[in-house]
C-alpha cells in the first residue's frame, strides 16, 4: 500500500465515528454506540450540499452602480490605493502622462491587450512585453506595470487578475508600481460577485494563477506599524475608464 | 516532572516577571482588537458568518476523504505533482528529493507553518540548501536563529532598535531603526534572492477541491513573487485544509483577514492552480504539492476534538488568550502556541509530555469566542484534562480528593471539619513553603487566610 493509500485508509477509518456538529459540544457519552441511530447532531451532510450564501453575512454593497463605485473608491482610499475614473480615453492617457512626468518612468512593463496596449502607446516609452516569455532581471528595472483586471470588487477594494488577464505572474507584483486600466463595466458588487465571474469565464480551464489584489503591498512586521512596499508595489493606481 | 514542563513554568515565570515586554505585547494586541472589531462590525453578521464558516469546515473534514481524492485528481490533471507524507521524516525526504533532482542551490520560502512543523529549515541546511525566509516577520526571526513567536505575526515581540541592531550585524545595514527604513532593507536583500533562487517553497490557506486549486493568504506580495519566478515551486499543506467549493472562500478569505489581522481582505489573496500552463507569461515549470499528514489523522479519529482540524491558523485565539499575552508565544515550546496549540499538540506529539499547557488556561472562553471558525477550544483544554487524568491518574490528587469526599459526605465529618479545622492552621504555618506542604504550588505566591473559628451557619443561628 503507498503513502496515497495510507492516509485514506486512516481518514475513512476516523470518519467512521461521526463528530458533533459545530457549537454543539456534546459530551463524550452522546458519540455513537453501534447499532444505535447517531444523533441528528451528529449527522454530517452529503458532500453536495449546496454552498453557503456567504452575501447575506459579509460587509453590505448596495444594489446600484454609483453606490458600488462610491464605495470601491472608499475602500481604495482606505488601502491608499490611487483610484479615478475618466470620462473618456483621451483624459485617462493625458493623466497617464502627467503621473509618468512626475515620477519619472524611464522604462514600462506590461502586456499585450486592448487597454493596455493603448496605455503603453500613450506613455511612449520602452515597453518589456511579458507576453512571449521575458528577461526577469529587464522586469525588475522598469519603474511601473502596467495591467488589465479582470474585475474590480467594491465590497473590498480589490482588483481581480488572472495569469492569463494581467500579462502572467510577475507583472503586477514586481515592478514597484502597479497600474490598472479598467472598464467601468467590470466594477462587481461583492467576493461572491467575483467567484461567479472566475467561473463563467474561465471552467473548467481556470488560468494557473488567479488572485486579488486589496491595495499595494503591505506589511505590519516591524511593531505592527503599517508600511507600504513590502516586497510587491509600493504604489497601486487603478485608473477606469 | 518532565523538561517540556519544566521549561514551561521556567519560561513563563521569566517572561511575566518582564513587564515591558508585557506591556509591549498587550498594546500590539489592544490595537488588534480595535481593528478586529472594526471589521467585524462591517459584516451584516459575523455571527452568521462564523457559522456559516464553522459548518462548511465540519462538511469539509467529515468528508475529508472524497474531497482530497478530488483535489489531488484537478491538481494532477493541470500537470501539478502531488505527493502524499505521512509523517514529517516522509516529507523531508520527499523535499530533499525534488531539490536534489533540480540541483538546487538556493531555496526562497514564504512563510508556512507546515515547514515549522516539520522543521524543515535545519533539514535544508544540513544538507547544504541555501534557505531564504521572505516573509518579512519570518526572515526577522530566521537571522535570530529563533522559532516564529506567533503563527502570524512571528517578530511581534522585537522592538525596532531590537532589528536595526540584527540588520546592522548580520546584514551590515546602516540603517536607522524607522520600521519603513528596516522594510527596504529586507525588500532590496530579497529582490535578489527571488530573482537568483532555484526553488520557490510555500505554504497554503485554503486546498479548493472543486477546482483543484491552492489559495494562498498574505500581505507582503512575497508569496506571489515566490510563486511566480523559481522554475520550480514546491507548496507543503495539511490535509486538512480542504474546502470543498470555489465560491466558499468568498466567505473563508475575507474572514481570516478580519480574524488574523483586522483587516477587510489581506492585500494578496491567490489561487494557483497548477504549473505555467501554454500560453502564459511565466510561472514555474513544475509544480509539486506535498500534503501532510504528521497525525493529523490522529485527531481525525478523535471525533469529540476532530474540530480542531477546522482551524485556518488567523491566529485569533492567541491575540485573545490571557495566557498567551502573558506568558509570550515562545514559553509553549511548540510549533503551534496559544489555546489551539493547547489544544492539538498532545495529539500531536504525545498527551502526557504536553497535558500541562491545557492545564495552563483560565477557561474563560475568550478563545472560543473569537475563533471564526467555531472550535470548541476552551471545552477541548478541559477533555485534554480528563483525558490526560483518565490515562495516567495522579496518586496524590486522587487520595486527596477521595478524603475530601468522605469528609464532604458525611455530615458528621463535615460539622466536625468545620469546628475544628482552624486548629490544624498553626501545623500548615510549620510546612508553608516548604516541600512538605502539600499546596506548595499555590502557597508559594499567594496568603491563605485563616480559617475563622466560628462557620457562617453557627453566626447565622446565634446572630444578635
Given at each position: 500500500?503507498?503513502?496515497?493509500?495510507?492516509?485514506?485508509?486512516?481518514?475513512?477509518?476516523?470518519?467512521?465515528?461521526?463528530?458533533?456538529?459545530?457549537?454543539?459540544?456534546?459530551?463524550?457519552?452522546?458519540?455513537p454506540?453501534?447499532?444505535?441511530?447517531?444523533?441528528?447532531?451528529?449527522?454530517?451532510?452529503?458532500?453536495?450540499?449546496?454552498?453557503?450564501?456567504?452575501?447575506?453575512?459579509?460587509?453590505?454593497?448596495?444594489?446600484?452602480?454609483?453606490?458600488?463605485?462610491?464605495?470601491?473608491?472608499?475602500?481604495?482610499?482606505?488601502?491608499?490605493?490611487?483610484?479615478?475614473?475618466?470620462?473618456?480615453?483621451?483624459?485617462l492617457?493625458?493623466?497617464?502622462?502627467?503621473?509618468?512626468d512626475?515620477?519619472?518612468?524611464?522604462?514600462?512593463?506590461?502586456?499585450?491587450?486592448?487597454?493596455?496596449?493603448?496605455?503603453?502607446a500613450?506613455?511612449?516609452?520602452?515597453?518589456?512585453?511579458?507576453?512571449?516569455?521575458?528577461?526577469?532581471?529587464?522586469?525588475?528595472?522598469?519603474?511601473?506595470?502596467?495591467?488589465?483586471?479582470?474585475?474590480?470588487?467594491?465590497?473590498?477594494?480589490?482588483?481581480?487578475?488572472?495569469?492569463?488577464?494581467?500579462?502572467?505572474?510577475?507583472?503586477?507584483?514586481?515592478?514597484?508600481?502597479h497600474?490598472?486600466?479598467?472598464?467601468?463595466?467590470?466594477?462587481?458588487?461583492?467576493?461572491?460577485?467575483?467567484?461567479?465571474?472566475?467561473?463563467?469565464?474561465?471552467?473548467?480551464?481556470?488560468?494557473?494563477?488567479?488572485g486579488?489584489?486589496?491595495?499595494?503591498?503591505?506589511?505590519?512586521?516591524?511593531?505592527?506599524?503599517?508600511?507600504?512596499?513590502?516586497?510587491?508595489?509600493?504604489?497601486?493606481?487603478?485608473?477606469?475608464? | 516532572?518532565?523538561?517540556?514542563?519544566?521549561?514551561?513554568?521556567?519560561?513563563?515565570?521569566?517572561?511575566?516577571?518582564?513587564?515591558?515586554?508585557?506591556?509591549?505585547?498587550?498594546?500590539?494586541?489592544?490595537?488588534?482588537?480595535?481593528?478586529?472589531?472594526k471589521?467585524?462590525?462591517?459584516?451584516?453578521?459575523?455571527?452568521?458568518?462564523?457559522?456559516?464558516?464553522?459548518?462548511?469546515?465540519?462538511?469539509?473534514?467529515?468528508?475529508?476523504?472524497?474531497?482530497?481524492?478530488?483535489?489531488?485528481?484537478?491538481?494532477?490533471?493541470?500537470?501539478?505533482?502531488v505527493?502524499?507524507?505521512?509523517?514529517?521524516?516522509?516529507?523531508?525526504?520527499?523535499?530533499?528529493?525534488?531539490?536534489?533532482?533540480?540541483?538546487?542551490?538556493?531555496?526562497?520560502?514564504?512563510?508556512?507553518?507546515?515547514?515549522?512543523?516539520?522543521?524543515?529549515?535545519?533539514?535544508?541546511?544540513?544538507?547544504?540548501?541555501?534557505?531564504v525566509?521572505?516573509?518579512?516577520?519570518?526572515?526577522?526571526?530566521?537571522?535570530?536563529?529563533?522559532?516564529?513567536?506567533?503563527?502570524?505575526?512571528?517578530?511581534?515581540?522585537?522592538?525596532?532598535?531590537?532589528?536595526?541592531?540584527?540588520?546592522?550585524?548580520?546584514?551590515?545595514?546602516?540603517?536607522?531603526?524607522?520600521?519603513?527604513?528596516?522594510?527596504m532593507?529586507?525588500?532590496?536583500?530579497?529582490?535578489?534572492?527571488?530573482?537568483?533562487?532555484d526553488?520557490?517553497?510555500?505554504?497554503?490557506?485554503?486546498?479548493?477541491?472543486?477546482?483543484?486549486?491552492?489559495?494562498?493568504?498574505?500581505?507582503?506580495?512575497n508569496?506571489?513573487?515566490?510563486?511566480?519566478?523559481?522554475?520550480?515551486?514546491?507548496?507543503?499543506?495539511?490535509?486538512e485544509?480542504?474546502?470543498?467549493?470555489?465560491?466558499?472562500?468568498?466567505?473563508?478569505?475575507?474572514?481570516?483577514?478580519?480574524?488574523?489581522?483586522?483587516?477587510?481582505?489581506?492585500?494578496?489573496?491567490?489561487?494557483?492552480?497548477?504549473?505555467?500552463?501554454?500560453?502564459?507569461?511565466?510561472?514555474?515549470?513544475?509544480?509539486?504539492?506535498?500534503?501532510?499528514?504528521?497525525?493529523?489523522?490522529?485527531?481525525?479519529?478523535?471525533?469529540?476534538?476532530?474540530?480542531?482540524?477546522?482551524?485556518?491558523?488567523?491566529?485569533?485565539?492567541?491575540?485573545?488568550?490571557?495566557?498567551?499575552?502573558?506568558?509570550?508565544?515562545?514559553?509553549?515550546g511548540?510549533?503551534?502556541?496559544?489555546p489551539?496549540?493547547?489544544?492539538?499538540?498532545?495529539?500531536?506529539?504525545?498527551?502526557?509530555?504536553?497535558?500541562?499547557?491545557?492545564?495552563?488556561?483560565?477557561?474563560?472562553?475568550?478563545?472560543?469566542?473569537?475563533?471564526?471558525?467555531?472550535?470548541?477550544?476552551h471545552?477541548?483544554?478541559?477533555?485534554?484534562?480528563?483525558?490526560?487524568?483518565?490515562e495516567?491518574p495522579?496518586?496524590?490528587?486522587?487520595?486527596?480528593?477521595?478524603?475530601?469526599?468522605?469528609?464532604?459526605?458525611d455530615?458528621l465529618?463535615?460539622?466536625?471539619?468545620?469546628?475544628?479545622g482552624?486548629?490544624?492552621?498553626?501545623?500548615?504555618?510549620?510546612?508553608?513553603?516548604?516541600a512538605?506542604?502539600?499546596?506548595?504550588?499555590?502557597?508559594k505566591?499567594?496568603?491563605?487566610p485563616?480559617?475563622?473559628q466560628q462557620?457562617?451557619?453557627?453566626?447565622?443561628?446565634?446572630?444578635p
Open positions: 500500500m503507498n503513502e496515497r493509500e495510507k492516509i485514506l485508509t486512516r481518514i475513512r477509518e476516523a470518519l467512521k465515528v461521526p463528530a458533533p456538529r459545530p457549537g454543539t459540544h456534546a459530551p463524550a457519552s452522546h458519540l454506540v453501534p447499532g444505535v441511530p447517531s444523533l441528528p447532531s451528529l449527522r454530517v451532510p452529503p458532500p453536495t450540499a449546496a454552498p453557503v450564501e456567504a452575501r447575506r453575512w459579509l460587509p453590505k454593497v448596495g444594489p446600484s452602480f454609483p453606490e458600488q463605485l462610491a464605495l470601491f473608491a472608499q475602500n481604495a482610499a482606505d488601502l491608499k490605493a490611487h483610484f479615478q475614473v475618466f470620462a473618456d480615453w483621451t483624459e492617457s493625458a493623466a497617464l502622462v502627467q503621473l509618468r512626475t515620477e519619472n518612468w524611464q522604462r514600462v512593463a506590461s502586456h499585450q491587450s486592448e487597454l493596455s496596449s493603448q496605455a503603453c500613450a506613455l511612449q516609452r520602452p515597453v518589456c512585453w511579458t507576453d512571449q516569455g521575458y528577461d526577469v532581471l529587464a522586469m525588475e528595472s522598469c519603474d511601473v506595470g502596467v495591467t488589465e483586471c479582470d474585475a474590480l470588487i467594491a465590497q473590498t477594494g480589490s482588483v481581480l487578475v488572472t495569469s492569463r488577464s494581467a500579462g502572467g505572474r510577475a507583472l503586477s507584483v514586481l515592478p514597484p508600481h497600474v490598472v486600466i479598467a472598464r467601468r463595466e467590470q466594477l462587481v458588487a461583492d467576493l461572491p460577485a467575483a467567484f461567479a465571474l472566475l467561473k463563467q469565464k474561465y471552467a473548467p480551464e481556470f488560468p494557473s494563477m488567479m486579488f489584489i486589496t491595495g499595494p503591498s503591505r506589511t505590519g512586521d516591524i511593531e505592527r506599524i503599517l508600511v507600504l512596499g513590502a516586497h510587491g508595489p509600493k504604489k497601486l493606481t487603478i485608473f477606469c475608464v | 516532572m518532565s523538561t517540556n514542563v519544566a521549561q514551561f513554568q521556567e519560561a513563563a515565570a521569566r517572561v511575566t516577571a518582564d513587564t515591558r515586554q508585557r506591556q509591549f505585547i498587550r498594546t500590539a494586541l489592544g490595537n488588534y482588537e480595535i481593528a478586529r472589531d471589521r467585524k462590525a462591517a459584516f451584516q453578521s459575523w455571527e452568521s458568518a462564523r457559522q456559516a464558516a464553522a459548518l462548511t469546515k465540519w462538511e469539509a473534514v467529515n468528508h475529508l476523504d472524497t474531497h482530497l481524492e478530488e483535489l489531488v485528481a484537478k491538481l494532477e490533471a493541470r500537470g501539478t505533482k505527493h502524499w507524507a505521512s509523517n514529517g521524516t516522509q516529507a523531508r525526504e520527499i523535499i530533499l528529493g525534488i531539490f536534489a533532482a533540480k540541483q538546487a542551490k538556493s531555496i526562497i520560502k514564504s512563510k508556512a507553518m507546515t515547514s515549522e512543523e516539520i522543521h524543515l529549515n535545519e533539514a535544508l541546511e544540513k544538507a547544504g540548501f541555501e534557505v525566509e521572505s516573509d518579512l516577520g519570518e526572515f526577522i526571526v530566521q537571522l535570530r536563529g529563533e522559532a516564529p513567536y506567533h503563527i502570524v505575526f512571528p517578530s511581534m515581540h522585537l522592538t525596532r532598535g531590537q532589528i536595526r541592531e540584527l540588520f546592522a550585524q548580520e546584514l551590515g545595514s546602516t540603517s536607522s531603526d524607522s520600521p519603513e527604513e528596516l522594510t532593507v529586507a525588500r532590496r536583500v530579497m529582490r535578489h534572492k527571488y530573482i537568483t533562487a526553488i520557490g517553497f510555500t505554504g497554503g490557506n485554503f486546498a479548493i477541491a472543486e477546482t483543484g486549486m491552492i489559495s494562498i493568504t498574505e500581505n507582503e506580495g508569496a506571489r513573487l515566490t510563486a511566480a519566478l523559481p522554475k520550480t515551486m514546491v507548496t507543503l499543506i495539511g490535509i485544509k480542504v474546502l470543498p467549493k470555489l465560491e466558499d472562500l468568498a466567505l473563508f478569505l475575507p474572514m481570516l483577514a478580519t480574524a488574523g489581522a483586522g483587516q477587510p481582505l489581506t492585500c494578496y489573496n491567490t489561487m494557483y492552480g497548477g504549473p505555467r500552463q501554454p500560453g502564459e507569461a511565466d510561472g514555474p515549470e513544475e509544480w509539486h504539492v506535498v500534503l501532510l499528514d504528521n497525525l493529523r489523522t490522529e485527531l481525525l479519529a478523535d471525533a469529540e476534538q476532530r474540530d480542531a482540524l477546522h482551524c485556518i491558523r488567523c491566529g485569533a485565539c492567541l491575540n485573545v488568550c490571557p495566557i498567551f499575552r502573558n506568558v509570550g508565544g515562545h514559553t509553549y511548540t510549533t503551534y502556541s496559544g489551539v496549540g493547547s489544544v492539538i499538540t498532545p495529539h500531536l506529539r504525545g498527551l502526557q509530555d504536553w497535558k500541562h499547557l491545557s492545564n495552563a488556561s483560565s477557561l474563560c472562553g475568550a478563545c472560543t469566542e473569537a475563533c471564526p471558525v467555531k472550535i470548541d477550544l471545552h477541548h483544554l478541559l477533555h485534554n484534562r480528563r483525558n490526560a487524568a483518565t495516567k495522579a496518586f496524590l490528587e486522587r487520595m486527596g480528593y477521595k478524603v475530601f469526599g468522605i469528609i464532604a459526605n455530615p465529618f463535615w460539622s466536625l471539619a468545620k469546628k475544628f482552624w486548629l490544624t492552621q498553626p501545623l500548615q504555618k510549620l510546612v508553608l513553603g516548604t512538605l506542604d502539600p499546596a506548595r504550588a499555590w502557597t505566591t499567594r496568603d491563605l485563616p480559617l475563622p462557620s457562617f451557619k453557627d453566626w447565622w443561628k446565634h446572630r
